[in-house]
């Protein structure tokens, strides 16, 4: 069709651009249904693990801690030993991992996880899912995101649960309530309440970010423009209509929780 | 008073930075069932960290802490059938009601859910059963009305009553107090102190920290008198407080009194 010659994208937004955009109405539903999707796991997957990694990161496990110790129990005066002694495995990897995933580019890790992981070490079962979504790409996308949001909610987690006060933790326990129940019904319940808010943002940003997995062909939004783009010859229209419907989807969002966030924080004060 | 010791506390210490402060230095007494104990003594005397010691709320650096033949500061004990068996704290600690200063009532569950938590939790009491307990402790410190209530609704004096009650849900052995009434409004001090009388009078043994000296008179059977970490005297609180022979005990006294 245009062999040879330069092709000539039109920058210029036009009644007829946004007819032609909406003639793949189609792969732009699946489009806004895929990010919906894209969302809706990576934030799943980033919860659980954000809870596990802000676990880790506050657990007490110190396998050396009897470096510590000389004869008698008593503590020695050796400050190196005494440094070494309060060495967390644990907490170690889960902060390795928070402030790796923090400190590079969410681009680097899709490419890493798209590439390396699931294109080398991991073979994923090729298989379509509702019919367009390819498990090949989805999933590591998911993965991904999962990944990176996971590094931020952990600390959403964590400093909502240090929010909490000590006195609760003390109550629980000298009602002989273990670890894990004062954790799941005393702590995380207040916690989570405090940070729905933080919560609720990193969802809208997951919302947008999620676009990035473009890049690894998943069949997102970013991924409709980019096809109706190509296919047409044009920049702004498919681009404007996806503006409008990420902005449809995070805006309400916000607003949403923001409500449901205020009506449950009725529920102890009044 | 009987002679049956419920809690035998033996050279228990407590060193924070490396035995720079003694919080706890060389505590031994016995706490019989049936006993009131209060225990009085200067601010940083080492009160509460002998009281929160007993549940193991702070772990002692050294001595032991018998509650049923067991020394639960240690990590294993030998059982009936010669068996080296786990201590298992929140089994001990249940045995033990522990009520703070700052109430520490779970603000995002009702008075009712308080209440029944850890019962039905811990102990897998049928909710019902729970419930219908807890409406007749509320009852009996007249805050029946309030079991749909959230803390945040209720005055200090109502959350220091519902802190006791929500602990003897558990059916404690032994309730343990740390200034209970240190941060209510002075009308509200008197509902709290009636409701540790009655207590007392029920029979309930009882470890009492609190500055409240016209409570200890009264209602103590035994009082303790602790300064920089060590019982300085012990005995009769009347006996103690007409006839001091500690010269710190004197000095202390003539000061709160
Ligand atoms: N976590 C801690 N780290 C270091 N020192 C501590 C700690 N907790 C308590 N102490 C010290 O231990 C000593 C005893 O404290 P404790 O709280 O038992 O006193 P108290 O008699 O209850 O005083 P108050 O009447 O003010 O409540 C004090 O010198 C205190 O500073
Ligand atoms: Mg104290």
Do not use: W
Not at chain 1, 92 to 107: G, M, Q
Not at chain 2, 13 to 30: E, M, R, T
Not at chain 2, 211 to 216: I, K
Not at chain 2, 241 to 257: A, E, I, M, T
């Amino acid at each position: 069709m245009c062999i040879g010659k330069e092709i000539i994208m039109n920058n210029f937004i036009t009644a007829e651009g946004f007819e032609k955009t909406f003639r793949y109405i189609k792969l732009i539903e699946q489009g806004i249904f895929t990010t919906i999707m894209l969302a809706l796991f990576t934030v799943v997957i980033g919860f659980i693990l954000g809870i596990l990694l802000a676990i880790m990161r506050m657990t007490d496990f110190r396998p050396l801690r009897f470096l510590a110790y000389g004869k008698k129990g008593r503590i020695r005066n050796n400050r190196a030993l005494v440094a070494i002694s309060k060495f967390n495995p644990i907490a170690f990897l889960a902060t390795a991992y928070v402030e790796i995933l923090r400190s590079t580019p969410v681009l680097v890790q899709i490419m890493i996880i798209y590439h390396g992981v699931f294109g080398k070490l991991i073979e994923i079962p090729s298989f379509t899912m509702f019919g367009f979504l390819k498990s090949n790409r989805f999933i590591p996308g998911v993965v991904a995101l999962g990944m990176n949001s996971g590094a931020y909610l952990c600390e959403i987690i964590r400093s909502g649960i240090q929010s909490i006060d000590g006195g609760q933790t003390e109550a629980a326990r000298s009602l002989g309530m273990t670890k894990v129940q004062t954790l799941v019904h005393i702590i995380l319940p207040q916690a989570i309440k405090n940070i729905l808010p933080a919560i609720a943002n990193e969802f809208v940003v997951i919302i947008k970010e999620s676009s990035i997995t473009y890049t690894i062909g998943v069949q997102d939004l970013m991924f409709a423009v980019t096809a109706v783009q190509g296919a047409n010859y044009i920049v702004m229209e498919p681009l404007l209509v996806a503006t409008a419907v990420y902005f449809c989807l995070c805006f309400p969002t916000s607003k949403l929780i923001a409500y449901f966030e205020r009506r449950m924080s009725r529920g102890d004060k009044r | 008073m009987t002679n049956d010791k419920l809690l035998q506390i033996k050279n228990l210490k407590k060193y924070y930075n490396k035995g720079a402060i003694k919080a706890l230095d060389d505590v031994s007494i016995d706490i019989h069932r049936g006993d009131v104990m209060v225990v009085i003594g200067p601010s940083g005397s080492g009160k509460s960290t002998f009281l929160r010691s007993l549940n193991l709320m702070e772990e002692p650096t050294d001595g032991q802490i018998i509650f049923h033949n067991i020394d639960i500061t240690k990590k294993s004990f030998i059982n009936k059938a010669g068996k080296k068996e786990k201590v298992n704290i929140n089994l001990h600690r249940q045995k033990m009601g522990m009520v703070f200063q700052h109430f520490n009532l779970f603000p995002h569950k009702t008075i009712l859910q308080n209440m029944i938590l850890a019962p039905v939790k811990v102990l897998k009491m049928p909710q019902e059963q729970a419930t219908e307990k807890a409406l007749a402790l509320l009852a009996r410190v007249g805050l029946e009305d309030r079991a749909n209530a959230y803390p945040i609704q209720l005055s200090g004096g109502q959350k220091q009553r519902v802190a006791i009650v929500r602990a003897l849900m558990m059916e404690p052995e032994v309730m343990l107090f740390d200034e209970p009434t240190s941060a209510l409004d002075p009308e509200m001090v008197g509902e709290v102190l009636s409701v540790m009388k009655e207590l007392a009078n029920s029979g309930m043994t009882m470890v009492v920290v609190t500055h409240e000296m016209g409570f200890a008179r009264e209602v103590g059977n035994s009082m303790l008198f602790m300064d920089e970490g060590k019982i300085l005297e012990q005995g009769d609180p009347k006996e103690l407080f007409d006839n001091p022979q500690h010269p710190r005990l004197q000095d202390f006294l003539s000061k709160v009194l």
